[in-house]
């Protein structure tokens, strides 16, 4: 495996993330109270958001995992974008946390929040680590986040760019995607 590049700038250290996230934990356990809460998360930034996340509420908790595949066609003049996800998931009569490493576009958690709420969630919140506002393409506001951040290209905890970089304990931003590994 190729060394990471040397232009990494560190943007949030491991105990920046790991206060921010129990900050944020307090605030979900506190909204859900009393209830069960099913958290869902969004493949492959937001796995360790998510691990340790969970760890740190204080409320019952159910896990699961959705990986969305994102494709657009263009025919003509239009141009249109399919969003799949697998597995499905029954959340009927669940209060559902969407949970990402990061939030960009918005289009795909818009497409997850409503397919949530159409298959009978009782309620769908977002939970982001890093919210790249600069680049929304739709209305969407997380309803909990750690981080607002402009960096184009984020690794560490979980980010990938594309895939190396998922395992450093902080958030690190580089000039350039890394070359492809082979």
Do not use: H, W
């Amino acid at each position: 495996m190729e060394a990471l590049p040397r232009d990494l700038r560190i943007v949030l250290t491991a105990d920046q993330i790991q206060r921010r996230v129990r900050d944020v934990a307090r605030q979900i356990s506190s909204q859900y109270q009393g209830k069960n809460l099913t958290a869902v998360c969004v493949l492959d930034n937001g796995f360790m958001f998510m691990a340790d996340l969970v760890r740190a509420l204080d409320i019952p908790v159910a896990c699961k995992f959705v990986k969305p595949q994102l494709t657009e066609r263009t025919e003509g003049p239009v141009t249109s974008t399919q969003i799949f996800y697998s597995p499905e998931i029954d959340v009927r009569g669940q209060n559902v946390l969407l949970v990402e490493g990061l939030l960009q576009s918005g289009v795909t958690t818009e497409f997850l929040v409503r397919n949530l709420l159409g298959r009978g969630a009782e309620s769908v919140k977002t939970a982001v680590l890093l919210d790249r506002q600069s680049q929304r393409r739709v209305f969407l506001q997380p309803d909990f986040f750690g981080f607002l951040v402009d960096e184009n290209y984020l690794v560490g905890y979980g980010l990938g760019n594309p895939e190396t970089g998922r395992n450093l304990p902080y958030v690190a931003a580089t000039d350039a995607p890394f070359p492809q590994q082979r």
